[in-house]
């Protein structure tokens, strides 16, 4: 029986390093940690799925719990879907959670959205070049956390939430959905590591995977500790 969720690994950024990934999916191993959190870019503006194919198959490799979501160079996104949808069927413990949910043992729910989040009205939704959604559209798709309100929360976003202490340039509406849900972390990618509160939400740049680095948070106490492969 899996354990209660308690501790998990966390990462962004992989940009295809599977040499770095390998690395980091033995030391999971090797390490007491409940899950695994991914944020995109996984593959690196892959054109074939045979790519995203050995990325899932080295993610799979630590058998714990794994959530993750693609960046905004994960487009097309029919890629990465077809990749994800075989893959976990292979795996039952890898859980793509992008616009929709999974379930993590002790009632805490992993959900967010890839790709680029924007509040601008005049760009585009994009799933083929690159990855870019309008805002109200994580609203919409997340609406159904009103219906676990027992649950502790994990959300995973590739864009930070608008944060003054955190990221000039983040989403004021993702800032408004941590407000309304308080979920207990939120995981975005970042040019570096950093831990801010918003609200009650630890929300947490783990580092770069291409640059060898992680994070090992603590979900009951909010604390990271920032590690290098």
Same mark, same amino acid.
């Given at each position: 029986?899996?354990?209660?969720?308690?501790?998990?690994?966390?990462?962004?950024?992989?940009?295809?390093?599977?040499?770095?990934?390998?690395?980091?999916?033995?030391?999971?191993?090797?390490?007491?940690?409940?899950?695994?959190?991914?944020?995109?870019?996984?593959?690196?503006?892959?054109?074939?799925?045979?790519?995203?194919?050995?990325?899932?198959?080295?993610?799979?490799?630590?058998?714990?719990?794994?959530?993750?979501?693609?960046?905004?160079?994960?487009?097309?996104?029919?890629?990465?879907?077809?990749?994800?949808?075989?893959?976990?069927?292979?795996?039952?413990?890898?859980?793509?959670?992008?616009?929709?949910?999974?379930?993590?043992?002790? /009632?805490?729910?992993?959900?967010?959205?890839?790709?680029?989040?924007?509040?601008?009205?005049?760009?585009?939704?994009?799933?083929?070049?690159?990855?870019? /959604?309008?805002?109200?559209?994580?609203? /919409?798709?997340?609406?159904?956390?009103?219906?676990?309100?027992?649950?502790?929360?994990?959300?995973?976003?590739?864009?930070?939430?608008?944060?003054?202490?955190?990221?000039?340039?983040?989403?004021?509406?993702?800032?408004?959905?941590?407000?309304?849900?308080?979920?207990?972390?939120?995981?975005?990618?970042?040019?570096?590591?950093?831990?801010?509160?918003?609200?009650?939400?630890?929300?947490?740049?783990?580092?770069?995977?291409?640059?060898?680095?992680?994070?090992?948070?603590?979900?009951?106490?909010?604390?990271?500790?920032?590690?290098?492969?």
């Amino acid at each position: 029986m899996r354990k209660h969720v308690n501790t998990i690994l966390a990462t962004a950024e992989p940009s295809g390093q599977l040499a770095a990934l390998e690395r980091l999916m033995r030391q999971a191993q090797e390490l007491d940690i409940q899950a695994v959190a991914i944020l995109g870019n996984l593959a690196a503006r892959s054109l074939s799925p045979r790519d995203y194919g050995r990325f899932f198959s080295l993610l799979a490799q630590s058998r714990l719990p794994t959530f993750y979501v693609p960046g905004p160079e994960d487009g097309p996104l029919a890629l990465y879907l077809q990749e994800a949808a075989q893959i976990e069927v292979i795996y039952p413990y890898l859980h793509g959670v992008h616009g929709t949910f999974a379930l993590a043992p002790g /009632y805490v729910v992993f959900t967010g959205m890839g790709g680029t989040i924007t509040d601008d009205p005049q760009q585009a939704r994009e799933e083929e070049e690159s990855l870019r /959604y309008p805002a109200w559209e994580v609203v /919409y798709r997340l609406k159904f956390l009103s219906e676990l309100k027992d649950y502790e929360k994990v959300f995973l976003f590739h864009t930070p939430p608008y944060h003054k202490g955190f990221h000039e340039s983040g989403s004021p509406t993702l800032a408004e959905l941590i407000k309304s849900y308080s979920p207990r972390l939120v995981l975005v990618s970042g040019p570096e590591r950093k831990r801010e509160l918003l609200g009650t939400s630890a929300v947490v740049a783990p580092g770069s995977l291409a640059r060898g680095e992680y994070s090992i948070i603590d979900l009951q106490h909010q604390t990271v500790e920032g590690r290098t492969l």
